[in-house]
Structure formats: structure tokens, C-alpha cells
């Protein structure tokens, strides 16, 4: 086993080229750069390399985009965990870049996993009636269709599904299973269908916010350790520089349905509808968050401050979006007579009904989920490569406090804890020999107390506050310190600086369960 001597260090053991004209070219001695991405989003990796033609392989192979690339990188001391591509290799898709220099071309391959390319030439014509997690292994491991020798981690779904597929890519309909399907074991209908390099995921985002954190992530200096494994070992989770922010649009989230939505689903033929609605602040508690087994706990991006004179919040409003959405079922309990999703059929031999689509009652809360995940903190990290972390991973991140007032070691309660790896970027420089690794990793803007602050002090203190710190902050970095004692300090603060005359012209509204100070 060879030995790590600095943190970001990696050998490609493996890089070749396999032309579609049956020739092996070796890249490992002309590369420049390898770019791998991830991404929980998107249903395949993909990359490029950059490699200097000095033997003119692109006119003399020739290299059409119709080749493949075999791929093995190592991180010394962790070759159980390389990145290998070496049995299952990617598709070359595109040829661009061509500089030409002196006696010399530099070449940059786009290449993508080969069940995507898979997926764009074949489509599936075929009834189903089985759970969605049992047609979704069909999908990717039947010869006809992807026929993937990956490692597949498909999540249980519930019920039996009815469906015909009308001539579509597998992708397509898989992607569209992420709309209905119901978790087995939580219920949840948040559900990614992604790729990294462990496999192919069709899995909920409670499962992944259910998994242990594989490191601990912080921003500074890794001080004076001696001993070299060790401190190699803490450059790996040291940030070299990071940029956080937050994508909260009131407007753009009241109008795609992410605080209220309503969705009628018709029956034509039967002449019947239902309407299913949906309540930010009603559904928010019924699912767990990323924070959910952390001591912090997770709260609400918005509160259900008073909006008008009757007394409404941003989630009253529910007919801000309307879904239309046709089928030919009833709900359950309905006539079996009718050619329905809940007539009896025979499976295995036993008497079962099927299950109605899941998209009434899945859809408006999976696109509430993750406009509020685009809306929530996100951190954008550059750290040094380490083959043990991939797309879906849970980490922490400890970000530092900015200004001079405060410990070296405070870390920012507002964004410090877990993040979720949604994009991943593998960097590899040949000239730097240094592997570097970018990330983008997502949370919910969750803090201890954030949200009771806001409710209660928000009008009064509002973003014109004229302190430093401001009333807000004031009141976090106190209870952060002095716990109970804060509540103490910020009544001294308020009352020394409010006139009582004008706080009373704050005036008490009172609606059916809810009650708040309304200005």
C-alpha cells in the first residue's frame, strides 16, 4: 500500500482511450486536466479530459465520439475507495477544444456514463402492474432497457401500480415515478433519482438526511500538529475558501407552489373530482430535516406572521397555485366495477387492489420540498480531493464568524452544522499534481431560536435596526453565551430604547387557532 504524503495527492493508474475504430490510446502521459461531476439532480456522470494530440490520435485513429474512455484514479493509502471506471467504462460523446500550438493540438473529450447514452436509444412500450421500486429495477436492469451492472439502491415504495408506458425512455419514465412515489418505510414523497459513483439511486431525501456524517468540514488555520498523518488528515477537512448563500425569493415561492397550492384531480368519464390542498406551516413538522438527529433543531424559512386585516399568513392563500390533473380512477374504496385502480387482480396468487396514482397527494409536497431546499442556505466549497465522499453524503460544516468580537473558535450558528453534497466536482491537475474537490452542499437555514425571533421581534426590530449588533443578532450571540440569561438582557435593551407609547399602539388580532401582534 503505498503512502499518502501530502492531502490532495492522487496517481491515475488507468486512462485510456478505446477508438471506435478498435485502437487503445493511452492518455496517462499526454492529459492535462480530468473534470468529474456529480450531481444529485441528474441521472448520470459525467466529465471531460484534456489531453495534448502530440501524435495527431484525432486524424489518424480516427476519434469520432463514438469511442470510450476507461478510467482509475487513486488516493495513495485508499485504493479501496479509487474512482474506477475500469470495468465499466464511460461513453465518449463529444470532441471540442482543439487548440492548436507549436507541433501540438490540445484535445477535450465530453464523456458521460453509458446507461445515459443507453437511455437515448432505447424506449420502453410495456403495461406494469407492481410497486414502483420493482418497476424501476426493471427499468435499469432489464437487457432490453439500460441493462446497468451498477450497483443499484432503489428505495421501497408503497402500493402496486397500474401503468402503460407509451413509447418513452426509460429516464423518462423513471423521473416521473419521483413525482408519485411514497416511501415504504417513511412515507415521504420526496424521492432523487441520481448517479455517483457507489451506483444508481431512486431514493427519498429523508434517507439520505438519515445517514451519519462522513466528515467534519471547518475553515481555518490546521495548526501546529507534528505528527505528518495527522496533519495531512486535517487538511482534508480544512476549507481553503468557501461562499455561502441563500436564493429566498417571497414572490418566486409563493407563486411555484412552495407555501400553498391546491390540486384538483378529474375524472371525465365518472364525472368526479377531488381536491387535495397544501399548508407550509401544516406539513412542515410531518417530515424530518436534515438537522433532524443534530442538537439543533430545524424551523420553518418563513413564520405565519399576520399579513392583512383578516388575519391571514403566506400559507392561507391556497389557491396562489392551481394543478389540474386528469385521471380515470377513484379513490380508494371505490367501485370495483369500474375499470379503476382498485379492481382486484390476481398477483402471485393472492387477491390485491391497485394502488391509485400518488401524485395528488405527493406532487404538491414534493415541489414545496425543493423549491424550500433552492431557498435554504447553500455553501459552495473548495477542498482538497478525497475519494471517500460522493454526491449525497452528509457532512459538517463549520463556518467561522466574521469581525473581531468574538473567539476564534465561535463557528456561525446561523450556517454551521449539516449540509447535504449536492454537486461535486473532481478536479484533477496534472500541472499542480494536487487533486482538488468542489462542492456544493445544501441545508435548511435552521438555527436554535431563529424562528422564535422571528416571531416575536421581527416587526419591532425589523432590518432598520439602527445598533451594532443589531437587536437580532444581539439576542444570539447573548444566548449562545448566557443561555436563559439572554432574555434578560434583550428586555433591558428593548425597554431602554423603545418609547412604551408607541409599542402600545401595537394591537392584539385573534383568528381561528392562531394568534399574533399585528402592527
Known sequence: MAQLNF?????????????????????????????????????????????????N????????????????????????????????????TKIDARIKGKNVETVVLHFVSPELSRNTRVRVSKSYTDSIDRIVYDLLNNSRYINSNKELFIEPTKGIRKIVTPYVHPFTVIKNFTREALSKKYNSPHYLFYENRAGIHFRSLESLYRQATTGFYHSGDIGTIEDG???????????????????????????????????????????????????????????????FNNRRKDNPIYNEVILDEFGNNLSDFDDAVVHLYPTSRTEAGGDATRNDDN?????????????????????????????????????????????????GDIIDFQVPITGTNHSKDDSDIYYSGRYMISQLRHMFDKGTKQRRKKIQVQTSLNTPFFQLWRNSFSIVDGPKCPHYPTCSHFFHLSLHKHHAHAFYFLASRLLEEFDLSEFSRYYYLKKVKKSSFFH
Open 7 to 55: 492531502a490532495g495527492e492522487y496517481k491515475v493508474t488507468d486512462l485510456k482511450l478505446m477508438t471506435s475504430s478498435g485502437n487503445v490510446v493511452e492518455l496517462g502521459a499526454t492529459y492535462l486536466a480530468i473534470d468529474l461531476y456529480e450531481d444529485i439532480f441528474s441521472s448520470s456522470m459525467s466529465g471531460t479530459v484534456t489531453f495534448i494530440d502530440t501524435n
Open 57 to 92: 490520435i484525432c486524424m489518424n485513429m480516427p476519434v469520432t465520439g463514438q469511442d470510450f474512455l476507461s478510467m482509475r484514479i487513486e488516493t495513495p493509502s485508499l485504493e479501496e475507495h479509487a474512482i474506477d471506471y475500469t470495468d465499466t467504462v464511460f461513453v465518449v
Open 229 to 291: 498523518n495527522k496533519k495531512i488528515e486535517q487538511e482534508y477537512y480544512t476549507v481553503m475558501d468557501y461562499q455561502i448563500k441563500t436564493n429566498n425569493d417571497t414572490l418566486a415561492n409563493i407563486t411555484g407552489g412552495m407555501l400553498a397550492s391546491r390540486m384538483y384531480t378529474y375524472d371525465m368519464f365518472q364525472k368526479y373530482y377531488e381536491l387535495n390542498t397544501f399548508n407550509y406551516f401544516e406539513e412542515f413538522d410531518k417530515y424530518k430535516r436534515i438537522n
Open 343 to 391: 379492481a382486484k387482480f390476481d398477483y402471485n396468487k393472492r387477491a390485491k387492489t391497485y394502488s391509485p396514482s400518488g401524485i395528488s397527494d405527493a406532487y404538491l409536497k414534493r415541489q414545496a420540498k425543493f423549491m424550500e431546499l433552492n431557498s435554504c442556505a447553500s455553501a459552495s466549497l473548495r477542498v482538497k480531493g478525497n475519494t471517500t465522499i460522493m454526491v
